[in-house]
């Protein structure tokens, strides 16, 4: 008897816990979030720009068989609100629309560089602390307003936040989504990093209403805390993510000497990998930043036929230099112009011994890192050279 007893009790329980999804809201009753725009329009001033999908135009082609009306053409609605806070601004929008606003699906949270050097972090909180919040979503950096970067009209996808997402991902290969971008700013021994994506015409005769516009990533943001303090370029870029072993490609162009006939040669960089060894010495601490990849040639408008095992040994010593060369000026740019640990040195310190990382550099780290010994040591190895030796058109030309 007992054990039916226990039976029927583990059964009310299971029913009591498992009673379905409490917070269920249907589609019909709420405006999905895919993007959000924070600007600073002045001290304790923000604006809050949120694009929202409209979902019966999401695929969708056109209407009524006919042109297409600025709503179908991004399937997306672009509100604004302004306000001390997110919040604040939240609650204004939420007071303007018949839905209740869902963040649950956003992808992208863009800072305007006015709010990027002021802080970042203020504005931040609202996500931590909100239940819908999705630690995946891109932090992104702009030079142009945020709510511009919102309204950009895409032309292959439906929502502009899909195409930044793809950009990002196209572009770079690695994307700082809010939960990284946390952990960067509240980390010992780094500062943090973000993309930057811009809004640029296709042509130069593109329409005032920006039709012609095209989405483009173009480097990254540094920080020091959580304010803006500076730009890296593409290329900067590019060797800052092989540092820190977040990206695994790219190309690089090296110039021939003109005692070899002259012309370029461009590679595609494969199997990036990399590791950074601190050297702890007493008032001379070093870092030796080892990276090894793979080269495709991929173009070769020199006189150097690259079928000859010695022009392969002489292009693969071309593209180390360039590489460390690379590596050593964006260290240098970093350190003395930045001053702002985006690299991870002292986090890489800290994992080889936190005993040391506490006692002497923990407190004043800020000021150790524009002095670090940077070495730089590549391994490159030159895979394929493509069907033929000498530059295809010189070729064709004889």
């Not at 059964?11 to 019909?28: A, D, H, I, P, Y």
């Not at 307003?145 to 292959?156: M, N, R, S, W």
């Not at 993309?195 to 989405?215: C, F, H, T, W, Y």
């Amino acid at each position: 008897m007992l054990p039916n007893i226990k039976r029927i009790f583990i059964l009310l329980l299971c029913v009591l816990l498992l009673s379905g999804c409490w917070g269920r809201r249907e589609v019909n009753d709420i405006a999905i979030v895919t993007a959000i725009g924070i600007d600073l329009i002045e001290k304790d001033l923000i604006r809050v720009t949120l694009l929202l999908a409209i979902p019966r135009l999401i695929g969708t082609t056109s209407a009524n068989g006919g042109g297409e009306s600025k709503l179908e053409v991004t399937a997306g609605w672009v509100v604004g609100e302004q306000g001390k806070t997110v919040m604040d601004a939240y609650n204004k929008l939420q007071a303007k629309l018949p839905r209740k606003l869902f963040f649950s699906h956003n992808r992208v949270i863009v800072f305007g560089e006015k709010l990027a050097r002021h802080g970042t972090l203020p504005t931040l909180d609202f996500f931590v602390r909100n239940r819908q919040s999705q630690l995946k979503s891109a932090i992104i950096v702009t030079k142009l307003e945020a709510a511009d970067v919102l309204k950009f009209k895409p032309k292959f996808e439906k929502l502009a936040s899909e195409v930044i997402r793809g950009e990002l991902h196209e572009n770079s290969g690695s994307t700082v989504e809010l939960g990284r971008f946390l952990t960067m700013l509240t980390d010992e021994g780094q500062e943090a990093y973000a993309l930057q994506i811009s809004v640029v015409p296709s042509e130069k005769s593109a329409d005032r209403d920006g039709s012609n516009n095209l989405m483009v990533s173009k480097g990254a943001a540094v920080f020091q805390d959580d304010r803006l303090i500076g730009w890296l370029n593409d290329t900067e870029l590019m060797g800052l993510l092989w540092i820190r072993n977040e990206k695994h490609e790219g190309v690089v162009t090296v110039e021939i000497p003109e005692n070899l006939g002259g012309g370029h040669v461009s590679g595609e960089i494969t199997n990036v990998h990399s590791k950074v060894l601190p050297r702890i010495q007493k008032d001379n601490t070093q870092m030796d930043i080892q990276i090894s990849a793979s080269i495709n040639i991929s173009e070769n408008t020199s006189e150097l036929d690259l079928s000859a095992s010695s022009n392969k040994i002489l292009l693969s010593g071309l593209f180390v230099n360039e590489v460390e060369d690379m590596i050593q000026m964006l260290c240098k740019k970093v350190q003395t112009e930045l001053k702002s640990d985006i690299f991870g040195f002292g986090q890489n310190i800290y994992k080889q011994d936190p005993q040391i990382w506490k006692s002497f550099y923990s407190a004043n780290w800020r000021n150790t890192f524009p002095g670090i010994e940077v070495h730089t040591s590549v391994n490159l190895q030159v895979v394929q050279t493509g069907l033929i030796g000498k530059g295809a058109i010189k070729e064709e030309m004889r």
